[in-house]
């Protein structure tokens, strides 16, 4: 039998007719996965936001392991004041820390796409609401104040009320020794997860710049946490502690009926 010969014309028609019928599939497939995972294509101003997962390396010490590492910690008699610490990034300012919170930095969660504040919200907030169509930008939720155990309802309107505590100061920082790090690397500190809390601007701002000789959260049940968080950021970054901060710390995790 001889085969039934197909027209130029024919054999043309039929690829763009199979070219289609393979776009059509590639667009319907395309826009199943789009509505699934993109927050704009939902119906309310807001999605909720999945906590992302903590890497071991943003993970403080535990209490044991703090109180060894203490112990191995560098202790400088009183606590140096070096000059030239700016934080403001201001015109004609120093800048020394970088700007707040960018994602250009090689700390933990650098370069993801969202702010280190927005990534510290996301982290800290019961039931995080985003901003319609973002991925990072919180705009409500629920903090349950770790320094003051108080419950705080988080609203972007009233950012404020909320803010994010660098647990070892950036001035106290700097004038530990932070002064003759690179500029990359102090940036990244600033912006590293092991670092910052999410707390009540009245705690943040009661705190300031101490050390844990000067300040300790009020909430005691969240004392051994914070002290094995500053002992995990000093070890980190190889920082030596003041003897007054040394002996605070000490006392607090050498309460093993607490820090157990």
């Given at each position: 039998?001889?085969?039934?010969?197909?027209?130029?014309?024919?054999?043309?028609?039929?690829?763009?007719?199979l070219?289609?019928?393979?776009?059509?599939?590639?667009?319907?497939?395309?826009?199943?996965?789009?509505?699934?995972?993109?927050?704009?294509s939902?119906?309310?101003?807001?999605?909720?936001?999945?906590?992302?997962?903590?890497?071991?390396?943003?993970?403080?010490l535990?209490?044991?392991?703090?109180?060894?590492?203490?112990?191995?910690?560098?202790?400088?008699?009183?606590?140096?004041?070096?000059?030239?610490?700016?934080?403001?990034?201001?015109?004609?300012?120093?800048?020394?820390?970088?700007?707040?919170?960018?994602?250009?930095?090689?700390?933990?969660?650098?370069?993801?796409?969202?702010?280190?504040?927005?990534?510290?919200?996301?982290?800290?907030?019961?039931?995080a609401?985003?901003?319609?169509?973002?991925?990072?930008?919180?705009?409500?939720g629920?903090?349950?104040?770790?320094?003051?155990?108080?419950?705080?309802?988080?609203?972007?309107a009233?950012?404020?009320?909320?803010?994010?505590?660098?647990?070892?100061?950036?001035?106290?920082?700097?004038?530990?020794?932070?002064?003759?790090?690179?500029?990359?690397?102090r940036?990244?500190?600033?912006?590293?997860?092991?670092?910052?809390?999410?707390?009540?601007?009245?705690?943040?701002?009661?705190?300031?710049?101490?050390?844990?000789?000067?300040?300790?959260?009020?909430?005691?049940?969240?004392?051994?946490?914070?002290?094995?968080?500053?002992?995990?950021?000093?070890?980190?970054?190889?920082?030596?502690?003041?003897?007054?901060?040394?002996?605070?710390?000490?006392?607090?995790?050498g309460?093993?009926?607490?820090?157990?």
């Amino acid at each position: 039998m001889r085969a039934h010969r197909v027209g130029p014309r024919a054999a043309v028609a039929a690829v763009l007719a199979l070219v289609a019928s393979l776009a059509i599939a590639w667009r319907a497939q395309s826009h199943t996965t789009t509505t699934a995972s993109d927050p704009s294509s939902s119906t309310p101003a807001t999605t909720t936001s999945t906590k992302p997962p903590i890497a071991a390396a943003d993970r403080p010490l535990s209490w044991t392991a703090a109180r060894q590492s203490l112990n191995t910690l560098r202790v400088l008699p009183r606590r140096p004041y070096e000059p030239g610490y700016q934080r403001d990034c201001g015109q004609g300012k120093g800048c020394v820390f970088g700007p707040a919170w960018t994602d250009d930095q090689n700390a933990p969660e650098g370069h993801n796409g969202c702010r280190t504040r927005d990534d510290v919200l996301r982290a800290s907030l019961t039931d995080a609401q985003l901003k319609l169509g973002s991925r990072c930008i919180v705009v409500a939720g629920t903090l349950r104040d770790p320094y003051t155990g108080s419950m705080i309802h988080f609203e972007k309107a009233d950012a404020d009320a909320v803010e994010i505590d660098h647990v070892a100061a950036l001035a106290y920082v700097w004038d530990l020794g932070a002064n003759r790090w690179s500029s990359a690397t102090r940036v990244a500190f600033a912006n590293d997860p092991l670092e910052l809390v999410a707390a009540s601007r009245a705690a943040n701002q009661a705190k300031g710049d101490d050390g844990p000789a000067q300040w300790l959260p009020p909430a005691r049940s969240y004392r051994c946490d914070y002290a094995a968080r500053f002992v995990s950021v000093l070890d980190k970054y190889r920082l030596p502690v003041v003897a007054a901060d040394a002996g605070a710390l000490s006392a607090v995790l050498g309460d093993t009926a607490a820090c157990r």
